[in-house]
Protein backbone atom coordinates (compact mmCIF):
# COMPACT_ATOMS: atom_id res chain seq x y z
CA UNK A 1 0.00 0.00 0.00
CA UNK A 2 0.95 3.56 -0.93
CA UNK A 3 0.26 6.48 1.66
CA UNK A 4 0.15 9.94 -0.20
CA UNK A 5 -0.30 13.34 1.78
CA UNK A 6 -3.26 14.93 0.66
CA UNK A 7 -2.41 18.90 -0.81
CA UNK A 8 -4.08 21.50 1.91
CA UNK A 9 -4.36 24.57 1.32
CA UNK A 10 -2.88 26.92 3.70
CA UNK A 11 -2.09 23.13 5.68
CA UNK A 12 0.54 20.90 4.01
CA UNK A 13 3.38 23.34 2.86
CA UNK A 14 6.88 22.93 2.52
CA UNK A 15 7.42 23.01 6.78
CA UNK A 16 4.41 20.89 7.41
CA UNK A 17 5.69 18.36 4.89
CA UNK A 18 9.20 18.20 6.43
CA UNK A 19 8.20 18.38 9.75
CA UNK A 20 6.18 14.76 9.15
CA UNK A 21 8.78 13.28 7.11
CA UNK A 22 11.55 13.92 9.94
CA UNK A 23 9.18 12.66 12.71
CA UNK A 24 6.52 10.00 11.29
CA UNK A 25 6.25 7.05 8.18
CA UNK A 26 7.33 9.06 5.28
CA UNK A 27 4.48 9.43 2.75
CA UNK A 28 5.14 7.99 -0.66
CA UNK A 29 3.77 11.22 -2.39
CA UNK A 30 3.33 14.37 -1.00
CA UNK A 31 0.71 16.58 -3.13
CA UNK A 32 1.45 20.13 -2.60
CA UNK A 33 -1.44 22.78 -2.06
CA UNK A 34 -2.57 23.89 -5.18
CA UNK A 35 -1.11 26.79 -7.52
CA UNK A 36 -3.29 28.86 -9.46
CA UNK A 37 -1.59 30.41 -12.56
CA UNK A 38 -2.25 33.72 -13.82
CA UNK A 39 -2.81 34.86 -17.28
CA UNK A 40 -1.08 38.02 -16.23
CA UNK A 41 1.10 39.05 -12.90
CA UNK A 42 3.30 36.79 -10.44
CA UNK A 43 6.99 35.89 -10.02
CA UNK A 44 7.40 33.84 -12.41
CA UNK A 45 4.96 32.23 -15.32
CA UNK A 46 2.26 33.55 -13.61
CA UNK A 47 3.16 31.84 -10.18
CA UNK A 48 3.10 34.01 -6.94
CA UNK A 49 6.34 33.91 -4.88
CA UNK A 50 4.12 32.19 -2.43
CA UNK A 51 3.87 29.11 -4.88
CA UNK A 52 7.55 29.21 -6.47
CA UNK A 53 9.33 28.90 -2.31
CA UNK A 54 6.79 25.97 -1.28
CA UNK A 55 8.13 23.62 -4.39
CA UNK A 56 11.61 24.90 -4.47
CA UNK A 57 13.81 21.87 -4.76
CA UNK A 58 16.02 22.99 -1.56
CA UNK A 59 12.80 23.03 0.28
CA UNK A 60 11.74 19.76 -0.03
CA UNK A 61 14.90 17.88 -0.11
CA UNK A 62 14.19 13.63 -0.30
CA UNK A 63 10.45 14.04 -0.46
CA UNK A 64 8.70 12.80 -3.12
CA UNK A 65 6.60 16.10 -4.46
CA UNK A 66 4.11 16.42 -6.71
CA UNK A 67 2.69 19.98 -7.58
CA UNK A 68 -0.81 20.60 -7.89
CA UNK A 69 -1.76 22.87 -10.52
CA UNK A 70 -5.73 24.78 -10.26
CA UNK A 71 -6.96 25.85 -13.61
CA UNK A 72 -9.22 25.57 -16.35
CA UNK A 73 -7.55 27.31 -19.21
CA UNK A 74 -4.88 24.77 -21.18
CA UNK A 75 -2.42 27.41 -21.86
CA UNK A 76 -2.10 27.98 -18.28
CA UNK A 77 -1.47 24.97 -16.92
CA UNK A 78 0.85 24.54 -19.48
CA UNK A 79 2.77 27.53 -18.52
CA UNK A 80 3.12 26.01 -15.08
CA UNK A 81 4.08 22.79 -16.34
CA UNK A 82 7.22 24.20 -17.95
CA UNK A 83 8.24 26.11 -14.89
CA UNK A 84 7.71 23.09 -12.84
CA UNK A 85 9.93 21.29 -15.24
CA UNK A 86 12.38 23.66 -14.98
CA UNK A 87 12.42 23.22 -11.12
CA UNK A 88 13.22 19.62 -11.76
CA UNK A 89 9.26 17.90 -12.08
CA UNK A 90 8.47 15.51 -14.04
CA UNK A 91 4.80 15.00 -12.77
CA UNK A 92 1.73 17.59 -11.57
CA UNK A 93 -1.30 16.99 -10.60
CA UNK A 94 -4.82 18.61 -11.65
CA UNK A 95 -7.20 19.66 -9.16
CA UNK A 96 -10.63 18.71 -9.77
CA UNK A 97 -11.76 18.72 -6.70
CA UNK A 98 -11.30 22.05 -4.59
CA UNK A 99 -15.04 22.66 -3.52
CA UNK A 100 -14.65 26.83 -2.59
CA UNK A 101 -17.18 28.59 -4.31
CA UNK A 102 -14.76 31.38 -4.85
CA UNK A 103 -13.01 28.56 -6.99
CA UNK A 104 -16.22 26.48 -8.23
CA UNK A 105 -17.85 30.12 -9.53
CA UNK A 106 -14.78 30.39 -11.70
CA UNK A 107 -15.45 26.49 -12.98
CA UNK A 108 -11.93 25.73 -11.41
CA UNK A 109 -11.65 22.96 -9.35
CA UNK A 110 -14.42 21.15 -8.66
CA UNK A 111 -16.70 23.73 -10.79
CA UNK A 112 -14.96 22.25 -14.06
CA UNK A 113 -16.72 18.86 -13.66
CA UNK A 114 -19.82 21.00 -14.61
CA UNK A 115 -18.20 21.33 -17.88
CA UNK A 116 -17.48 17.74 -19.10
CA UNK A 117 -17.20 18.48 -22.81
CA UNK A 118 -14.49 21.68 -22.21
CA UNK A 119 -12.66 19.25 -19.62
CA UNK A 120 -12.24 16.73 -22.25
CA UNK A 121 -10.75 19.35 -24.81
CA UNK A 122 -8.78 20.52 -21.73
CA UNK A 123 -7.03 17.04 -20.99
CA UNK A 124 -6.80 15.94 -24.88
CA UNK A 125 -4.49 19.28 -25.41
CA UNK A 126 -2.95 18.94 -21.80
CA UNK A 127 -1.81 15.25 -22.72
CA UNK A 128 -0.73 15.66 -26.08
CA UNK A 129 1.59 18.87 -25.04
CA UNK A 130 2.74 17.07 -21.70
CA UNK A 131 4.17 14.06 -23.50
CA UNK A 132 6.25 16.25 -25.98
CA UNK A 133 7.62 18.32 -23.05
CA UNK A 134 8.33 14.48 -21.44
CA UNK A 135 5.88 15.15 -18.38
CA UNK A 136 2.96 13.50 -16.65
CA UNK A 137 -0.20 14.19 -14.90
CA UNK A 138 -2.25 12.71 -12.64
CA UNK A 139 -6.02 14.16 -11.75
CA UNK A 140 -7.60 14.64 -8.70
CA UNK A 141 -11.44 14.67 -8.96
CA UNK A 142 -14.61 14.43 -7.14
CA UNK A 143 -17.44 12.09 -8.09
CA UNK A 144 -19.60 15.26 -9.74
CA UNK A 145 -20.87 18.61 -8.95
CA UNK A 146 -24.55 17.45 -7.36
CA UNK A 147 -24.82 13.82 -7.82
CA UNK A 148 -22.41 10.65 -8.20
CA UNK A 149 -24.27 9.74 -11.45
CA UNK A 150 -22.24 12.15 -13.33
CA UNK A 151 -19.20 10.38 -12.72
CA UNK A 152 -19.81 7.36 -15.17
CA UNK A 153 -19.15 10.16 -17.80
CA UNK A 154 -16.92 11.64 -15.91
CA UNK A 155 -14.77 8.32 -16.52
CA UNK A 156 -15.09 7.64 -19.66
CA UNK A 157 -13.43 11.60 -19.75
CA UNK A 158 -10.38 10.41 -17.63
CA UNK A 159 -10.05 7.05 -19.50
CA UNK A 160 -9.34 8.55 -22.51
CA UNK A 161 -6.25 9.80 -21.19
CA UNK A 162 -2.93 8.19 -20.35
CA UNK A 163 -2.84 9.50 -16.55
CA UNK A 164 -0.40 8.52 -14.20
CA UNK A 165 -3.11 7.64 -11.63
CA UNK A 166 -6.65 8.94 -10.60
CA UNK A 167 -7.45 9.89 -7.15
CA UNK A 168 -11.02 9.93 -6.36
CA UNK A 169 -12.17 12.19 -3.19
CA UNK A 170 -15.72 9.99 -3.26
CA UNK A 171 -17.94 13.09 -2.62
CA UNK A 172 -19.87 15.26 -4.88
CA UNK A 173 -18.82 18.96 -4.63
CA UNK A 174 -21.73 20.15 -3.10
CA UNK A 175 -21.38 17.60 -0.37
CA UNK A 176 -18.67 19.73 0.67
CA UNK A 177 -16.81 17.51 3.25
CA UNK A 178 -19.62 16.53 4.92
CA UNK A 179 -21.75 13.52 4.36
CA UNK A 180 -20.74 10.21 3.97
CA UNK A 181 -18.12 9.33 1.15
CA UNK A 182 -19.82 7.42 -1.54
CA UNK A 183 -17.44 4.46 -1.77
CA UNK A 184 -20.08 2.54 -3.67
CA UNK A 185 -19.08 4.67 -6.98
CA UNK A 186 -15.32 4.68 -5.64
CA UNK A 187 -15.62 0.91 -6.62
CA UNK A 188 -16.80 1.75 -9.69
CA UNK A 189 -13.98 3.78 -10.72
CA UNK A 190 -11.14 1.25 -9.25
CA UNK A 191 -13.10 -1.29 -11.60
CA UNK A 192 -13.68 0.34 -14.38
CA UNK A 193 -10.59 3.09 -14.36
CA UNK A 194 -8.05 2.85 -17.15
CA UNK A 195 -5.37 4.62 -15.05
CA UNK A 196 -4.25 3.30 -11.23
CA UNK A 197 -7.24 4.54 -9.04
CA UNK A 198 -6.30 6.39 -5.44
CA UNK A 199 -8.54 6.51 -2.93
CA UNK A 200 -9.11 9.87 -0.63
CA UNK A 201 -11.76 10.54 1.58
CA UNK A 202 -12.61 10.07 5.77
CA UNK A 203 -9.80 8.00 6.63
CA UNK A 204 -9.42 8.88 10.57
CA UNK A 205 -8.78 5.65 12.20
CA UNK A 206 -7.00 2.51 11.87
CA UNK A 207 -10.79 1.06 11.24
CA UNK A 208 -11.36 3.32 8.70
CA UNK A 209 -8.41 1.90 6.55
CA UNK A 210 -9.25 -1.66 7.35
CA UNK A 211 -12.75 -1.31 6.30
CA UNK A 212 -11.56 0.02 3.42
CA UNK A 213 -9.47 -2.55 2.27
CA UNK A 214 -11.93 -5.28 3.46
CA UNK A 215 -14.50 -4.20 1.21
CA UNK A 216 -11.71 -3.31 -1.78
CA UNK A 217 -8.29 -5.55 -1.46
CA UNK A 218 -7.08 -4.77 -4.39
CA UNK A 219 -6.67 -1.12 -3.93
CA UNK A 220 -2.77 -0.20 -3.56
CA UNK A 221 -3.26 3.95 -2.99
CA UNK A 222 -4.53 6.15 -0.46
CA UNK A 223 -4.64 9.72 0.02
CA UNK A 224 -5.03 11.24 3.37
CA UNK A 225 -6.10 14.75 4.15
CA UNK A 226 -7.85 16.17 7.53
CA UNK A 227 -7.39 12.81 9.58
CA UNK A 228 -3.50 13.43 8.93
CA UNK A 229 -3.20 16.65 10.20
CA UNK A 230 -5.59 15.13 12.96
CA UNK A 231 -3.02 12.17 14.33
CA UNK A 232 0.18 12.76 12.38
CA UNK A 233 1.07 8.97 13.47
CA UNK A 234 -1.95 7.40 11.98
CA UNK A 235 0.05 5.69 9.16
CA UNK A 236 2.05 4.07 11.65
CA UNK A 237 -1.37 2.61 13.27
CA UNK A 238 -2.27 1.35 10.38
CA UNK A 239 0.98 -0.38 9.32
CA UNK A 240 2.22 -1.87 12.73
CA UNK A 241 -0.28 -0.49 15.43
CA UNK A 242 2.56 1.46 16.96
CA UNK A 243 0.38 4.36 19.13
CA UNK A 244 0.96 8.05 18.64
CA UNK A 245 3.34 8.69 21.84
CA UNK A 246 3.97 13.04 23.05
CA UNK A 247 7.35 12.99 22.38
CA UNK A 248 7.46 12.58 18.72
CA UNK A 249 4.49 14.82 18.50
CA UNK A 250 6.03 17.30 20.74
CA UNK A 251 9.26 17.17 18.15
CA UNK A 252 6.84 17.41 15.27
CA UNK A 253 4.80 20.61 16.54
CA UNK A 254 8.26 22.59 17.66
CA UNK A 255 10.04 21.65 14.29
CA UNK A 256 6.37 23.24 12.41
CA UNK A 257 6.15 26.18 14.68
CA UNK A 258 10.34 26.80 14.69
CA UNK A 259 10.03 26.65 10.87
CA UNK A 260 6.85 29.10 10.77
CA UNK A 261 9.05 31.60 13.53
CA UNK A 262 11.47 31.44 11.02
CA UNK A 263 9.46 32.86 7.97
CA UNK A 264 6.91 34.86 9.22
CA UNK A 265 7.03 38.32 11.31
CA UNK A 266 5.00 38.89 14.10
CA UNK A 267 2.98 36.78 16.19
CA UNK A 268 -0.39 37.27 14.20
CA UNK A 269 0.91 35.02 11.29
CA UNK A 270 2.67 32.64 12.87
CA UNK A 271 -0.36 32.11 15.42
CA UNK A 272 -2.73 31.73 12.65
CA UNK A 273 -0.97 29.20 11.29
CA UNK A 274 -0.39 27.13 14.38
CA UNK A 275 -4.11 27.40 15.95
CA UNK A 276 -4.99 26.20 12.05
CA UNK A 277 -3.35 22.99 12.56
CA UNK A 278 -5.10 22.88 16.38
CA UNK A 279 -7.91 22.85 15.37
CA UNK A 280 -8.23 19.91 14.19
CA UNK A 281 -4.88 17.77 16.76
CA UNK A 282 -6.42 18.62 19.52
CA UNK A 283 -8.81 16.39 19.04
CA UNK A 284 -6.77 13.47 19.64
CA UNK A 285 -6.55 14.47 23.23
CA UNK A 286 -8.53 13.85 26.27
CA UNK A 287 -9.56 17.30 26.42
CA UNK A 288 -12.85 18.56 27.49
CA UNK A 289 -12.35 22.34 25.76
CA UNK A 290 -10.79 23.94 28.29
CA UNK A 291 -7.28 23.79 26.93
CA UNK A 292 -8.23 23.54 23.07
CA UNK A 293 -9.61 27.25 23.87
CA UNK A 294 -6.35 28.63 25.83
CA UNK A 295 -4.58 28.01 22.55
CA UNK A 296 -7.52 29.32 20.10
CA UNK A 297 -7.37 32.86 22.11
CA UNK A 298 -3.91 33.16 22.38
CA UNK A 299 -2.67 36.68 21.47
CA UNK A 300 0.87 36.41 21.49
CA UNK A 301 3.25 33.62 21.14
CA UNK A 302 4.21 33.41 24.50
CA UNK A 303 0.49 32.76 25.53
CA UNK A 304 0.57 30.10 22.98
CA UNK A 305 3.89 28.55 24.12
CA UNK A 306 2.44 28.66 27.29
CA UNK A 307 -1.37 26.52 26.98
CA UNK A 308 0.51 24.10 24.32
CA UNK A 309 3.32 23.58 26.87
CA UNK A 310 0.01 22.67 29.33
CA UNK A 311 -1.33 20.07 26.80
CA UNK A 312 1.90 18.16 26.75
CA UNK A 313 1.86 18.36 29.82
CA UNK A 314 -1.43 17.39 31.12
CA UNK A 315 -3.55 15.59 28.62
CA UNK A 316 -3.43 11.82 27.54
CA UNK A 317 -3.75 11.26 23.73
CA UNK A 318 -6.83 9.08 23.38
CA UNK A 319 -6.42 5.73 21.86
CA UNK A 320 -7.95 5.28 18.50
CA UNK A 321 -6.62 9.34 17.88
CA UNK A 322 -7.36 10.47 14.66
CA UNK A 323 -11.64 10.33 15.37
CA UNK A 324 -14.14 12.03 12.92
CA UNK A 325 -13.63 15.50 12.55
CA UNK A 326 -17.30 16.46 11.50
Known sequence: MEFYMAPMEGLTGYIYRNAYHACFRPMDRYFTPFVSPRAQGGMKGGLSSREINDILPEHNRGLCVIPQILTNRAEDFLRAALILKEYGYREVNLNLGCPSPTVVSKNKGAGFLSMPHALDMFLETVTEELDKMGMEMSVKTRLGIYSSDEFYHLLEIYNKYPLTQLIIHSRVRTDYYKNTPDREMFGYGLEHGSSPVCYNGDLFTAEDFRGLTQQYPKLGYV?????????????????????????????????????????????????FKMKEIWASMIRIFSDDGKYGKKIKKAQRLGEYEAAVSQVFRDLDIVEGAGFKLY
Open 223 to 271: MMGRGIIANPGLVEAIETGTPLDKVRLEEFHQRIYEGYRGIMSGDRNVL
